[in-house]
C-alpha cells in the first residue's frame, strides 16, 4: 500500500523548533518530487517547500524562507521539515505530498494524513 505518514507536530513556543517527518511506504522516495504544504485554519491550503528528485533543488515561500529546511534521507526513505524561528503564523496542519510518474507511465500522487503544529507562548 502505497502511503506517507507525517510525525513529529506538537506545541512549541515562538522562536522554538520542531522537526517533521514524512515517512513512504509502498514505493521510492528517491523517484518523486517531494513537497511540504500547511494550511490553517479557515484559510487555504498553501505550499511551504519543496525538493526535487533530479539533483534535490529546494524551493520555499518566502514566508519561510530561511527558517525551514526541507531534507531527504533516501536511505530510511524520509523527507523532512526543520523548522526554526516559530512563529504563531506558522500555526497550521502540516502535510507532505508526493508526486511523479511510475515506471509503469502512471501519474502517481500521495498525501499524507498531516500533523498538527501549534505555535503559541
Known amino acids: 500500500q502505497v502511503q506517507l505518514v507525517e510525525s513529529g507536530g506538537g506545541l512549541v513556543q515562538p522562536g522554538g523548533s520542531l522537526r517533521l517527518s514524512c515517512a513512504a511506504s509502498g514505493f521510492n522516495l528517491d523517484y518523486y518530487y517531494i513537497g511540504w504544504f500547511r494550511q490553517a485554519p479557515g484559510k487555504e491550503r498553501e505550499g511551504v517547500a519543496c525538493?526535487?528528485?533530479?539533483?534535490?533543488?529546494?524551493y520555499y515561500a518566502d514566508s519561510v524562507k530561511g527558517r525551514f529546511t526541507i531534507s531527504r534521507d533516501n536511505a530510511k526513505n524520509t523527507v523532512y521539515l526543520q523548522m526554526n524561528s516559530l512563529k504563531p503564523e506558522d500555526t497550521a496542519v502540516y502535510y507532505c505530498n508526493a508526486r511523479g510518474v511510475t515506471t509503469t507511465l502512471e501519474f502517481l500522487e500521495v498525501w499524507g494524513q498531516g500533523t498538527l503544529v501549534t505555535v503559541s507562548s
Open positions: 525538493i526535487t528528485s533530479s539533483d534535490g533543488s529546494t
